[in-house]
């Protein structure tokens, strides 16, 4: 799940309130680059079937550059 204020996530450890610098690869078409932002965890728990943590971050800081690769991004997952 993705958008421009924030994203969730599985696989990440972490607590409520936790500051996280997260990653997202660029793709292998070139439709965006890699980029990065600061985010704050909202919301986390553990999924009963299979444990794997799943959390919600908020955006709180990131670069103007990164910003419009993460709107590029948020527009192609809008088209699936």
């Known amino acids: ?3 421009e204020e924030g994203v969730g996530v599985a696989g990440i450890e972490t607590k409520v309130g936790d500051l996280k610098t997260l990653v997202i690869l660029g793709d292998d078409f070139g439709e965006f680059s890699s980029f990065e932002f600061e985010a704050y965890c909202r919301w ?3 999924d009963e079937a299979d444990g794997t943590c799943l959390s919600g971050f908020a ?3 990131i670069s103007k550059n990164d910003l419009q690769q993460l709107k590029m991004l948020v ?3 809008r088209l699936f």
């Open 1 to 3: 799940d993705i958008s």
């Open 44 to 46: 986390c728990y553990a």
């Open 75 to 77: 527009r192609l997952v």
């Open 59 to 61: 955006i709180s800081k």
